[in-house]
């Protein structure tokens, strides 16, 4: 049985999933896809694990839910204090929500509440970057400079100013290194004193940037110069590591690569690894202590914040990732998978760049190399590869829009961080043989 749609991994209709365990997922026609890129980035321990699923019945067998204003449970407690302590002593409120879009929305409040709370209430201006994708709520969706996924809903969205985007491989200037970090770090500054710092609540950025540029980390030192800006103007720092974070770079926060601590931090997908949707706002204790101070609660969150099962299948999911040294794994082995992808794409002239961090890896396809211009939108070029990948079953993430919102071809691998060595090479070899085929197809074409 499948479902009659079109979707941007280019199918006419969609199988039906029956069964997941370890890296691969199953239809009903017993086809086997192996799982290199959970969707969008999200199963971080692949699928079907027994003792996060035990942990979950056993708790639906005690009570599914605690409304977060009436009960604490063992479960969120837990949760929370392992949070904690992998994001560090500089955090700690916790609100929880369902989805990232709902964890950079209660961001974003708490940024505009705090602000209140202080006596400074003109604080209600966002800066964002272009080519960002923060969530699909308005309020996540106007902060975030992804062309396609706004249009339709240009006019309802808040006021937001964008500053360039942070990329290495299609600079600011045609800049590179410390240069550039500093360009872009003086494009932030100038925009807040254009906007006036007086106006200015906070500034967003994703740390590596997911599907809007097809994995872009910050270049070197990027981080470190907009926190400084942002500290000089009295300005919060939101990072959204939903799909970056929670491990996925090789550290539990991805920030803590570039060596600052981010005011505010949205995470999602790896915390409870597509178990139950579960997500989090996380936030500076003294961001917390002047809300609650001056206004007694903080205003965000919703029915099932907090969901007593959601926070039960995290804390499985985050053990597993602590005993089984999956964090420092990723970092390691996502090294080494960065370099195989490169040797065995390298012979293919329209890969322009292999990149990112951990297990989270970005391949950007030209026309040209040396240019790297980018191939007409038409093409589809990485909806093909996802296609043809998928026909042989893997699943990858073909993203596109990351030169200038339409045209760019990018495809993004995203392993579980405890995918097997011949996962891995199972993963190459496919991606590898669905990128001869779509680019054998074109040049027939053409
Ligand atoms: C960086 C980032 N932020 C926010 C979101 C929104 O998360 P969700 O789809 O769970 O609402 C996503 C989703 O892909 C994301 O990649």
Redesign the pocket.
């Known amino acids: 049985m499948t479902a009659n749609r079109t979707i941007g991994w280019g199918m006419g209709a969609l199988p039906r999933i029956v069964r997941g365990e370890g890296s691969y997922l199953y239809d009903a026609s017993g086809r086997r896809y192996l799982d290199g890129s959970g969707g ?2 999200a199963f971080s321990i692949g699928h079907g694990n027994r003792e996060v699923n035990a942990a979950i019945a056993a708790q639906l067998e005690q009570v599914a839910c605690g409304y977060r204003y009436l009960f604490t449970s063992e479960p969120l407690e837990q949760l929370t204090s392992l949070l904690r302590a992998r994001c560090g002593p500089e955090f700690e409120h916790i609100v929880y929500s369902g ?6 929305e209660s961001a974003l409040k708490v940024a505009l509440q705090y602000w209140d709370a202080r006596g400074l209430p003109a604080k209600k201006r966002f800066i964002a970057r272009e080519r ?6 308005l309020g ?1 969706l106007s902060v975030s400079g992804f062309l396609e996924r706004r249009r339709p809903f240009e006019g309802s969205l808040l006021e937001v100013s964008f500053v360039s985007a942070a990329n290495a491989y299609r600079p600011l200037h045609g800049l590179a290194g410390t240069a550039l970090a500093g360009a872009l770090a003086d494009e932030l500054d100038a925009r807040i004193t254009a906007l006036g710092p007086e106006q200015v609540a906070a500034f967003i950025f ?1 740390p590596v ?3 809007a540029g097809g994995v872009v980390p910050a270049p070197e030192g990027y981080a470190q110069a907009v926190r400084a800006v942002c500290d000089r103007h009295d300005v919060l720092v939101i990072a ?5 974070g929670a491990g996925r770079c090789g550290t539990w926060r991805a920030l803590e690569h570039d060596g600052i601590v981010p005011d505010i931090m ?1 995470v ?2 790896g915390l409870a690894g597509g178990y139950i ?1 579960l ?1 989090a706002t996380i936030f500076r204790k003294e961001l917390g202590a002047a809300i609650l101070s001056g206004q007694g609660a903080i205003l965000t969150g919703h029915t099932y914040s907090g969901h007593t099962a959601a926070c039960a299948a995290g804390l499985a999911v985050q053990r597993i990732i602590e005993r089984e040294s999956l964090v420092s794994q990723v970092r390691i082995r996502g090294a080494s998978l960065r370099r195989d992808l490169r040797e065995a794409l390298q012979r293919f002239e329209e890969v322009g760049d292999v990149r990112g961090r951990g297990y989270l890896i970005g391949i950007e396809f030209v026309r040209n190399r040396a240019t790297r211009e980018p191939f007409p939108a038409e093409r589809a070029v990485s909806r093909s590869v996802g296609a043809h990948a998928l026909e042989d079953g893997l699943i990858c993430f073909p993203c596109a829009g990351n030169v200038g919102g339409v045209m760019g071809d990018t495809i993004i691998v995203a392993p579980p961080y405890n995918a097997r060595e011949a996962e891995l090479s199972e993963l190459i070899e496919k991606l590898a043989a669905a990128v001869e085929r779509t680019l054998a197809s074109g040049r027939h074409r053409s």
């Open positions: 969008p980035a989805s990232g879009s709902e964890a950079v960002s994708y923060h969530g699909n709520t996540a994703e940037v997911g599907a959204d590591e939903v799909m970056c949205a999602g997908k949707p997500a």
